[in-house]
Protein backbone atom coordinates (compact mmCIF):
# COMPACT_ATOMS: atom_id res chain seq x y z
CA UNK A 1 0.00 0.00 0.00
CA UNK A 2 1.12 3.23 -0.58
CA UNK A 3 1.39 5.75 1.82
CA UNK A 4 1.60 9.06 -0.41
CA UNK A 5 -2.11 9.71 -1.74
CA UNK A 6 -0.92 12.43 -4.07
CA UNK A 7 1.02 9.59 -5.82
CA UNK A 8 -1.98 8.30 -6.99
CA UNK A 9 -2.89 11.26 -9.00
CA UNK A 10 -0.28 11.47 -10.98
CA UNK A 11 1.87 8.88 -10.56
CA UNK A 12 5.20 10.31 -12.34
CA UNK A 13 4.95 13.62 -11.64
CA UNK A 14 5.06 15.56 -8.23
CA UNK A 15 1.88 17.49 -7.67
CA UNK A 16 2.34 21.25 -7.66
CA UNK A 17 2.64 22.16 -4.02
CA UNK A 18 -0.15 24.93 -4.16
CA UNK A 19 -2.70 21.78 -4.82
CA UNK A 20 -0.97 19.97 -2.39
CA UNK A 21 -1.38 22.86 0.45
CA UNK A 22 -5.02 23.46 -0.64
CA UNK A 23 -5.79 20.16 0.17
CA UNK A 24 -4.10 19.69 3.48
CA UNK A 25 -5.46 23.06 4.21
CA UNK A 26 -9.30 21.70 3.75
CA UNK A 27 -8.59 18.57 5.61
CA UNK A 28 -7.31 20.89 9.09
CA UNK A 29 -10.42 23.10 8.29
CA UNK A 30 -12.82 20.30 8.37
CA UNK A 31 -10.60 18.77 11.33
CA UNK A 32 -11.16 22.19 13.01
CA UNK A 33 -15.14 22.09 12.36
CA UNK A 34 -15.23 18.74 13.69
CA UNK A 35 -13.92 19.92 16.96
CA UNK A 36 -16.34 22.91 17.03
CA UNK A 37 -19.42 20.65 16.38
CA UNK A 38 -18.22 18.34 19.02
CA UNK A 39 -17.60 20.84 21.75
CA UNK A 40 -21.18 22.20 21.21
CA UNK A 41 -23.02 19.43 20.74
CA UNK A 42 -21.85 16.24 22.23
CA UNK A 43 -19.69 17.65 25.18
CA UNK A 44 -22.23 20.54 25.75
CA UNK A 45 -24.75 18.02 26.65
CA UNK A 46 -22.17 16.04 28.70
CA UNK A 47 -21.67 19.11 30.60
CA UNK A 48 -25.54 20.03 30.70
CA UNK A 49 -26.51 16.44 31.92
CA UNK A 50 -23.90 16.64 34.90
CA UNK A 51 -24.79 19.93 35.49
CA UNK A 52 -28.50 19.03 36.01
CA UNK A 53 -27.53 15.50 37.74
CA UNK A 54 -25.45 17.90 40.61
CA UNK A 55 -28.55 20.31 41.03
CA UNK A 56 -30.79 17.49 41.69
CA UNK A 57 -28.59 15.45 43.90
CA UNK A 58 -28.23 18.90 45.96
CA UNK A 59 -31.88 19.53 45.98
CA UNK A 60 -32.89 15.93 46.91
CA UNK A 61 -30.52 15.89 49.90
CA UNK A 62 -31.97 19.44 51.31
Known amino acids: MEKN?????VENEALPKIH????LNTIDTTKFWF???DLFTF???QADSSLVQTM???????
Not at 56 to 62: A, V
Request: charged share 35%; no cysteine.
Open 5 to 9: PFKKI
Open 20 to 23: KNKV
Open 35 to 37: EVI
Open 43 to 45: KQV
Open 56 to 62: LENWNSK
